[in-house]
């Protein structure tokens, strides 16, 4: 099993809709996790981290369920622009340096 | 600040010929990282390097080296590149190790 896995895709919806992704991992010593951005041909940027207590920014709400080991992504509201691939990612403890990509979500969001 | 420069952008190289791709952070990152992406398999950490002085495996780090130079500077190097080494190359940085990551441009390889 992957350490970390998301659903590739694509998710197709129209402007306006809300969507939501999610992402699990397998390490449950895991401690910090995000969500870039990744436009075509593109270097990922980040959308947003991911705390414990949930997180919003405008339309992103970003949640972890540690009970469980997975994140999730919610967009609201989506725009043509948000057209793109979602990356999770997770950084391991217990002395691993290695933060560990999920191979993404394909979103595209049409009129 | 520019960020993360990588150079070149882009290779064409022949099998058996080497190169080194040079990465480059100008915000006092820490940590620095390489990674390869290609179709269908996301991001695949080659190498990384937590601290200044400090270099580790990552996931695919067969036919690879590198070398942090400095703080600033962290640079993969192909000895003997292969079609399989074919991809897009990204440097990353991180204040620390569990921080967000800024990426570079890519460099997009093609071995022949």
């Known amino acids: 099993r992957k350490e970390v896995e998301q659903d590739p895709g694509p998710f197709n919806v129209p402007e306006g809709a809300t969507v939501a992704f999610n992402c699990t991992y397998s390490n449950s010593a895991s401690q910090s996790f995000f969500w870039y951005r990744q436009d075509c041909r593109k270097e990922p940027k980040l959308l947003m981290s991911?705390?414990?207590s949930g997180n919003e920014d405008g339309r992103f709400t970003a949640q972890l369920n540690r009970a469980s080991q997975y994140i999730s992504l919610l967009i609201r509201d989506s725009k043509l622009s948000d057209s793109a691939t979602y990356l999770c990612v997770v950084n391991n403890g217990g002395g691993s340096y290695i933060p560990t990509f999920g191979r993404g979500t394909s979103l595209i969001v049409h009129p | 600040n520019a960020g993360v420069t990588q150079t070149p952008k882009f290779q064409v190289l022949k099998t058996g010929q080497s190169m080194t791709l040079q990465c480059a952070q100008d915000m006092n990152h820490n940590s620095m990282y390489w990674y390869r992406q290609d179709p269908g398999m996301g991001l695949r950490l080659i190498y990384y390097s937590a601290s200044e002085g400090t270099t580790d495996k990552g996931e695919v780090p067969n036919g690879y080296n590198v070398s942090r130079l400095n703080k600033r500077e962290f640079s993969l190097r192909l000895e003997s590149a292969a079609p399989s080494q074919t991809s897009v190359y990204f440097c990353a940085s991180s204040e620390a190790w569990d921080n967000e990551q800024f990426f570079g441009p890519g460099t997009r390889l093609t071995v022949l």
């Open positions: 991911v705390y414990s």
